[in-house]
């Protein structure tokens, strides 16, 4: 009876643990089909909220809908909350995307002639694509663009003033920020 009673108790454990795991492994399915409908809702154009602690997934296809429509100050939490989620590759697809945005928003103040508006997007767009590649080191395609940036607005040494203001001959002597736009390859 005792083997019996040992057996019957081995049985149950097994079966409850398998049911477990059943309803652990459909609950996953579940919440990845409902991430996958919403990153398909995304990329159809539907503007869709995302949970704080969504999957970085997730967080990115809100990230690439938001800087399609040149939503920065919105897309800049998620791009943090990715970058947070320590997936490499994922974060640095999102700081190239998050970037690709802000120098086509930049062309675009440039082809108008608004420099202001275009200088500090620029700025923003090289900080992006070298947190890419620290992320990613072989990302060639944010390396180019990181070099058209580079061209667009120079990062030349600032000039330690210590509180007092530029003489009128050094303030002739600075370059301007943004030599003009690149033509062609180099």
Known sequence: MTRERLLVFTLSALLVATLAAAGTFATRLWLDHRANAEIVALAAGRDVPVAADARPELLFA?????????????????????????????????????????????????????????????????????????????????????????????????????????????AKRLWTDLPGLPRGLP
């Open 62 to 170: 809100r990230l690439a809908f938001l800087t399609a429509r040149d939503r920065f100050d919105e897309a800049q939490p998620l791009m943090n909350r990715i970058a947070a989620a320590g997936e490499r590759a994922i974060a640095s697809a999102a700081y190239y995307d998050l970037s690709n945005a802000r120098l086509r928003a930049a062309l675009s103040h440039l082809e108008i002639n608004e420099i202001d508006p275009a200088v500090p997007l620029v700025r923003l767009a090289k900080e992006g694509y070298r947190r890419a590649l620290a992320l990613d080191p072989g990302f060639w395609d944010a390396k180019y663009n990181l070099d058209i940036a580079m061209r667009l607005v120079r990062d030349f040494p600032q000039i330690e003033t210590s509180g007092e203001e530029l003489p009128p001959e050094a």
